[in-house]
């Protein structure tokens, strides 16, 4: 009799338990239940909600890791450790020190997410006395990408807690959700604490305590580790090229910074047909149709450089999704399949208004830099209503079509 | 008694004018960021609610039907206009502080709803307990979101910093406790409330409506 038998032979014992839900959980990640069906399968599909889940991970690892080396890089590059900045192929870039400060500062938002996220998670299975939900596996890998890597880590877990309860729980758990819970764990954070997701200090290990160090009085250089958004929103020279940010060897959050893994991950999910190449698509013709607007505003002499708007409507239309969160929020926040539009044609409306809102956001309230986020969350709420008209659409030209024949 | 108790007690939890009935929420979610402005509101409706029962009980055989609704705003307007002047001349600050919801009160429907609903049909002295009963059951709401959006906002109670100093670094401070911005927003209001909502249908299962 094995560990396996046991286990079961446990649970049989405690049917009435409340807390049974918490152990199946643990029970179903280590072993296949003994409760399968016994007469021929009827519908055979190898891609169950553990398994889309799994998939989107997979997808997110390589930013995870480039997110640590970048991190690390970032730091010492700023500490002046980092001498000749050589980009995304150079040997200073992939340098075990980089990757072991990435690790020290990373891993901790993805404990203290996964941790208190599922731990949440398992308190609502138990008091509803329901099975214990996969849906926080994507969330608690999505959190740890998009915050600054200098957040304190009780803050993570007050977000992790509200995301999860208000964003999730209190609409009946997974697959319920209106709101994406990511995206409402990093909301939170933006408004609850702003001083440490926002300004030119935050994106950078080591920015804040180095400000703290001079300003209590030692001899130090400050480091400005401002993202490309908000030096263009201050109308100021961006200091990195083209490339670098498409390789994402720029301050930001953790993972969101490289457009190519990003673009990597958009394949695979495409490729595995568990993320949306329409959302994808439409969001990026809807954030470009933006851009070049503003670019033709610019070009026309409407806005001139003493414009506060100046420095962002200037920005080449093409850049816009390069920099800021754009890439990751339109790949894995926009295309999440609980909170999108369902329908074929409501994901390209839903698509192209995330990508166009975004850009508006971006450009119109410098306050907001990370108009990707807002513009999602929007989209979220009317991603229903959508649906609804193109339902009531398809609806209204059959019906036409009935009356033709019966007429 | 049994019955007149009722009057009180039950605005208090079962029937509350907020999270039952789901009325005066324009001013719950926007004065309550500071308790000391949540009290204040409070009695000031408790005030406005109580006399103004009394005075439409009062009228209730005079009243023509078709002109009610302009004899209980009257009635209402000159009762808030005498809450904001003492207020005006008494906490000059604190009416700064709450602006315009003071006059809104007359706008608030808890006010225009219990006229309608009760004391148009009952006496004086019942109409006084209900009119109570309902403005404490508003004000038990409002100052219970006051005290945790000051609390977790600001780090304080009616204005004394009970969390420690923010600036100088002491208390929780001196952990690393900032304090929640967002618990200033009038959006945590909402969600504060729909918290209480949450707990209290919860906790009585007859209020969970179809």
Not at chain 1, 179 to 192: C, D, S
Not at chain 1, 324 to 336: H, I, P, S
Request: proline share 3%.
């Amino acid at each position: 009799m094995g560990l396996k038998q046991n286990l079961h032979n446990f649970k049989e014992k405690n049917k009435d338990k409340k807390w049974l839900p918490g152990f199946n959980a643990l029970f179903t990640f280590l072993y296949m239940p003994n409760e399968t069906t016994h007469n021929g399968t009827h519908i055979k599909a190898a891609d169950d909600l553990k398994r889309t889940m799994n998939t989107v991970i997979m997808a997110l690892v390589p930013c995870l890791i480039f997110g640590m080396f970048n991190a690390g890089y970032q730091h010492y590059l700023t500490q002046g450790l980092i001498e000749s900045a050589d980009g995304f192929l150079g040997a200073s870039f992939w340098t075990w020190d980089n990757f072991v400060i990435g690790l020290w500062k990373v891993l901790p938002l993805v404990i203290v997410s996964y941790g208190v996220g599922l731990a949440v998670e398992f308190i609502f299975a138990i008091i509803k006395g329901h099975e214990v939900e996969e849906g926080y596996l994507v969330t608690g890998m999505l959190v740890p990408l998009i915050v600054p890597v200098d957040i304190p880590l009780w803050m993570l877990a007050v977000a992790v807690v509200f995301g999860v309860v208000i964003g999730k729980e209190v609409f009946g758990g997974t697959g319920m959700n209106i709101l994406n819970p990511a995206l409402t764990i990093r909301a939170f954070l933006f408004f609850a604490y702003p001083t440490w997701m926002s300004g030119d200090k935050v994106w950078i290990h080591g920015a804040v305590e180095r400000d703290q160090a001079i300003a209590a009085g030692q001899n130090l250089d400050a480091i400005s580790g401002e993202t490309i958004l908000g030096t263009l929103a201050q109308n100021k020279e961006v200091g990195y090229n083209v490339m670098d940010m498409f390789y994402g060897i720029i301050p930001g959050s953790v993972g969101e910074t490289s457009t190519l893994l990003i673009l990597l991950g958009a394949l695979f999910l495409i490729f595995t047909k568990i993320g949306s190449w329409r959302i994808m698509l439409s969001s990026v013709i809807g954030a470009l149709v933006m851009g070049l607007i503003f670019n033709g505003v610019v070009s026309s002499g409407w806005i001139t450089e003493s414009s506060k708007f100046y420095g962002l409507m200037s920005t080449e239309f093409w850049h816009h999704l390069l920099i800021g969160g754009f890439a990751f929020g339109t790949v894995f926040m926009a295309t999440d399949p609980v909170t999108a539009s369902q329908t074929t044609k409501g994901k390209w409306i839903y698509g192209f208004l995330v990508g166009f809102i975004s850009i508006m956001i971006r450009v119109f309230n410098p306050a907001y830099p990370e108009g990707v986020m807002l513009a999602i969350l929007l989209m979220n709420v009317f991603a229903p209503t959508i649906d609804h008209y193109v339902v009531q659409g398809n609806v209204k030209k059959r019906m036409k079509r009935v009356k033709v024949k019966t007429a | 008694m049994g019955k007149d108790s009722r009057l009180i007690l039950d605005p208090l939890a079962d029937n509350n004018p907020i999270t039952i009935q789901v009325l005066g929420i324009c001013s719950a979610l926007a004065i309550t960021a500071e308790l000391e402005a949540s009290i204040v509101m409070s009695i000031s409706v408790l005030f406005v609610l109580g006399v103004g029962n009394v005075v439409i009980s009062l009228m209730r055989n005079i009243i023509p039907s078709k002109i009610r609704i302009i004899v209980q705003l009257i009635v209402v307007a000159t009762l808030v206009i005498i809450v904001d002047l003492v207020l005006k001349a008494f906490a000059y600050e604190l009416s700064k502080t709450l602006s315009v919801f003071v006059g809104l009160i007359i706008t608030n429907c808890i006010i225009m709803g219990r006229f309608e609903a009760f004391a148009l049909g009952n006496g004086p002295w019942r109409s006084f307990l209900d009119g109570i009963g309902n403005a404490l059951g508003y004000g038990i709401i409002l100052i219970i979101v006051g005290f945790f959006r000051e609390l977790l906002g600001s780090g304080t109670l009616l204005g004394f910093p009970v969390l420690g100093d923010p600036i100088e670094k002491t208390g929780l401070y001196a952990l690393g406790y900032e304090n929640n911005g967002f618990m200033l927003l009038s959006p945590m209001a909402l969600i504060v409330v729909g918290i209480i909502i949450w707990v209290q249908r919860t906790r009585n299962k007859a209020l969970i409506e179809d």
